[in-house]
């Protein structure tokens, strides 16, 4: 069994095994952290999966009304304490963004405040610690993040009109290369390869695989190949739909067959002869 929770209205997803619960979308639920129970809202209801996944966390309950009376508390908090982050920041004069905050009641009772900024270089913030804890009236702890952390604690709308991967269901970020792009025939333009952080998209890396298997088992641009419409040349590849665009011989017609069509006579023929997978190629280099 397994159901999903998010802390935000359409924020990241955390999957928990629901133990005895039996939660309906929409209820508020305990979920175990390193700080404690925190209260989050059921997204999927528990319900079977047909993988065994392990290792994942336990609900901790129903969340009770003291516990989302707590919970409403911190979040009143949270929002306090960014505009006082950033007036503190504005008066040091230190070239900071808040992108986070984050509040939480320790076990011992004492009231910590996380603050998230961005920077383009490191920063002494020793002295703006200190007026953050007095003017809060609690401990303040400051994490500089990267872009793409950024992006991640404050969400928006990726190119393709959907919430950011990373603010949803993303737990680590993964390489992503401009080879990836070149590999799946993107334009190796900034503008049209990078995601909100600035940085090349995470899902360059989704379909990568795909490409790159088509790729190794798929005739060549420039390869000749027979087809049921005739002999030709490879000239493009259609990886989605797992088609090859082929010009034939006759008359320079373009055609998009399957890939199907033109790998399966040329891996019998390369099984049959032991030859590269070029008929026209073995062919002329085993008649010299």
């Known amino acids: 069994m397994m159901m999903a929770v998010s802390f935000e209205r359409y924020g990241r997803l955390y999957y928990l095994d629901p133990g005895g619960a039996e939660p309906k979308v929409g209820d508020k639920v305990l979920v175990p952290t390193d700080e404690g129970p925190e209260v989050a809202e059921c997204v999927w209801a528990p319900q079977w999966v047909s993988e065994d996944v392990d290792g994942l966390p336990v609900c901790a309950g129903p969340a009770t009304r003291a516990d989302i009376a707590r919970d409403e508390r911190n979040r009143r908090r949270r929002a306090e304490a960014r505009p006082v982050a950033k007036r503190l920041i504005r008066a040091h004069g230190l070239p900071m963004k808040v992108v986070g905050v984050d509040y939480v009641t320790g076990e011992s009772g004492e009231p910590v405040f996380t603050i998230y900024f961005s920077s383009p270089k490191r920063v002494d913030f020793r002295d703006l610690v200190r007026e953050l804890s007095r003017a809060l009236a609690a401990r303040v702890e400051l994490r500089q993040v990267g872009a793409r952390d950024e992006a991640r604690l404050q969400g928006g709308i990726g190119p393709c009109g959907r919430d950011l991967c990373c603010a949803t269901f993303l737990k680590d970020f993964e390489p992503v290369s401009v080879r990836m792009a070149k590999e799946q025939d993107l334009p190796v333009n900034p503008m049209r ?28 641009r420039g390869g000749r190949v027979s087809t049921p419409e005739g002999d030709g040349v490879v000239v493009g590849h259609n990886v989605p739909a797992e088609k090859v665009v082929v010009r034939l011989n006759d008359g320079g017609r373009r055609c ?32 010299e």
């Open 193 to 220: 390869i990078a995601g909100a952080c600035g940085r090349l998209m995470c899902c360059l890396k989704y379909e990568h695989p795909l490409y790159a298997e088509f790729k190794a088992t798929t005739p060549r």
């Open 256 to 287: 998009a067959c399957d890939r199907a069509a033109v790998c399966g006579p040329r891996q019998a023929y390369e099984g049959a002869h032991g030859g590269t997978g070029d008929p026209h190629t073995d062919t002329e280099s085993g008649s």
